[in-house]
Nanobody, 128 residues
Framework: VQLQASGGGLVQAGGSLRLSCAAS????????IGWFRQAPGKGREGVSL????????YYADSVKGRFTISRDNAKSTVYLQMSSLKPEDTAVYYC??????????????????????WGKGTLVTVSS
């Protein structure tokens, strides 16, 4: 599986951005796509997840109500619509692919090691 994230940039606090994750190489529909982020000096953390077959979605508490994940299976693309951005959202954002079963575990679905394919990140900078 190959992934390519895009759409990052500089935005003022309160603004919006939409990230895209173009994917290829899937051998079936049973995958989870996750958006993760890594701020300077911090570890990588999960932001939002989506199941490509059923469409189930999950969000970190820090982004609930502000971010929306969606998929366009025809385009093999997953989007992350980010609104009401805050300076603390500043980070490099990555998309990653894992087995569909990754979502079955409450803890496992957010575990970085459970995702086997990663794209290059896209930088999101939110100014105050």
């Amino acid at each position: 599986v190959q992934l390519q994230a895009s759409g990052g940039g500089l935005v003022q606090a309160g603004g919006s951005l939409r990230l895209s994750c173009a994917a290829s190489g899937f051998t079936g529909p049973y995958y989870t796509i996750g958006w993760f982020r890594q701020a300077p000096g911090k570890g990588r953390e999960g932001v939002s997840l989506i199941n490509l077959s059923g469409g189930s979605t999950y969000y970190a508490d820090s982004v609930k109500g502000r971010f929306t994940i969606s998929r366009d299976n025809a385009k093999s693309t997953v989007y992350l619509q980010m609104s009401s951005l805050k300076p603390e959202d500043t980070a490099v954002y990555y998309c990653a692919a894992g087995p569909g079963s990754t979502l079955l575990s409450t803890r496992g679905r957010w575990t970085v090691a459970n995702y086997h394919s990663w794209g290059k990140g896209t930088l999101v900078t939110v100014s105050s």
